[in-house]
């Protein structure tokens, strides 16, 4: 079998942001321009650190946003809202934002602006329903590699924020390139990461997943360390981490967080990569010390391990699914079968050849695929309930045929 398909994680350049492209071609993309000149006294004004915005996914104490698909909630009053966003925000980053249960909007911002979000002629927006639903803002950095520091948020003159409770349960998925969505249309918010935890609906969730990442402790496609040192820290493998920490990035505070109940490991397929010679053995012994790190970290989580599709390849004439170090996760699976908290998620059969873009990353329908399959999964093995009652989970998937008889 040619190894054609073996996944290369190519680092994003950090430089400006580039153009979407869809199948070759330039996806029309029109994002409102939300930057104003500055806000003035007809605002109220937040600090970074008011007890009123949760922020989603890691975070560093200086409100710096790190991973894929970072974000923060909140409920405010009043006819509009605006964030300021700090020096050590990437430079035109892409963030999704949404008002209440409407769909996904763009803009790109910056660092040392404003942007205002909400105004009185938002989607949905309507003072009358003030008083039957909670006027909620959510924000999430669309790029892995970029990210946002909060300076403060700002709303109107007599309004105010107001404290949206943590939904009780969370996920959380560990992971590299395959988990933050890279080359998925809109990246972390296109991926099966983000399908899986939105997708639920009523749970919190954390994408702990960078490209290009080992599991394994060693240099991996520019990736200084693995996830097995990583995922205890704050802050990803990128450059504005090294730009800001060096090499000593700050720890995770495990114990200031809400624990995650269900953990999913994608981790191995940039072990497997001959340029990385992660042996077998190196790989299995530190997988069974990662789960048991894991465990450590969220006692009472059950954790997925994610068999590793690796591609697909062309064999006589038709297509076979790869694999990648199919005997150790079964291995590690099966060292803790009888504790009882660690599953094997089976992928053979999700994806087909097709589902898996040019630059051998699943295509979005290949993340929906997948992300509905672990939502399935995760129902009839842990009797979690679906809460999504409506309001969109994946961007720019709205396409259909109108045309009938042809
Ligand atoms: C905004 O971000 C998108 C996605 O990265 C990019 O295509 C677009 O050029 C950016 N626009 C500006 C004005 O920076
Ligand atoms: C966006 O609007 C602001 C304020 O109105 C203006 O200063 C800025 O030039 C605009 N940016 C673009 C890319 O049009
Ligand atoms: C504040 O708002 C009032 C009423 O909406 C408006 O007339 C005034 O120009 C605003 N002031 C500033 C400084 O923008
Ligand atoms: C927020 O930060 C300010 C300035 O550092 C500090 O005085 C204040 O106590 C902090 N507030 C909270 C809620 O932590
Ligand atoms: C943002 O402001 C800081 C502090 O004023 C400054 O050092 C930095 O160069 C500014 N960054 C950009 C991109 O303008
Ligand atoms: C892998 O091993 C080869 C041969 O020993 C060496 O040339 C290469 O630099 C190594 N690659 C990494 C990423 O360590
Ligand atoms: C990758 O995984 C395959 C399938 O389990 C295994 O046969 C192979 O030894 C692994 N190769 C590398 C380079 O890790
Ligand atoms: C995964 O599923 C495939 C297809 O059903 C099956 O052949 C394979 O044995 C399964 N692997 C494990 C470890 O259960």
Redesign the pocket.
């Known amino acids: 079998m040619g190894l054609s398909t073996l996944v290369k994680c190519i680092l994003a350049p950090v430089l400006a942001s580039a153009t979407i492209l869809q199948n070759g071609q330039v996806r029309d993309t029109v994002f409102a321009n939300t930057s104003i000149a500055s806000v003035?006294?007809?605002w109220t004004s937040y600090p970074p650190n008011t007890t009123e915005i949760s922020y989603k996914g890691r975070w560093d104490t200086q409100h710096i946003s790190w991973w894929s698909a970072p974000g923060l909630k909140l409920g405010f009053t009043g006819d509009k809202l605006a964030i300021s966003f700090g020096q050590h925000t990437s430079q035109g980053v892409l963030v999704t934002y949404r008002f209440a249960g409407q769909d996904w909007m763009f803009s790109n911002v910056t660092a040392n602006s404003t942007h205002q979000f909400v105004d009185a002629s938002t989607l949905g927006f309507d003072l009358t329903l003030q008083t039957q639903r909670p006027q909620t803002f959510e924000l999430r950095v669309t790029n892995y590699a970029y990210g946002v520091q909060i300076a403060g948020v700002h709303v109107a003159?007599h309004a105010r924020l107001v404290q949206i409770p943590n939904f009780g349960a969370k996920i959380e998925v560990i992971g590299d390139s395959l988990s933050a969505g890279q080359y998925a249309t809109y990246e972390g918010i296109s991926s099966y990461a983000w399908g899986l935890g939105a997708g639920l609906g009523n749970v919190e969730f954390d994408i702990t997943a960078y490209p290009g990442i080992c599991l394994v402790d060693q240099n991996c496609w520019g990736n200084a360390h693995g996830q097995v040192y990583q995922w205890l820290r704050t802050s990803d493998t990128s450059s504005r981490s090294v730009d800001i920490y060096g090499d000593s990035p700050p720890l995770w505070d495990f114990a200031a967080h809400q624990q995650s109940d269900i953990v999913v490991i994608n981790l191995g397929t940039n072990d497997n990569n001959t340029h990385n010679n992660v042996t077998n053995e190196k790989y299995l012994n530190t997988y069974i010390d990662f789960v048991a790190e894991v465990h450590g970290k969220y006692p009472h989580a059950q954790i997925i391990l994610i068999a590793l599709w690796n591609g697909f390849d062309q064999v006589g004439n038709t297509y076979q699914q790869g694999g990648a170090f199919v005997d150790e996760i079964k291995q590690v699976y099966a060292h803790y079968k009888h504790e009882g908290f660690v599953h094997y998620f089976n992928t053979t059969g999700i994806l087909q050849h097709n589902d898996i873009g040019p630059q051998y990353h699943p295509t979005d329908v290949g993340h929906v695929k997948l992300a509905s399959h672990l939502m399935q999964y995760i129902k009839l093995k842990f009797g979690w309930v679906f809460g999504a009652t409506g309001p969109e989970v994946q961007a720019d998937t709205l396409y259909w045929n109108d045309e009938a008889n042809y």
Request: glycine share 0%.
């Open positions: 003035n006294s007809n003159e």
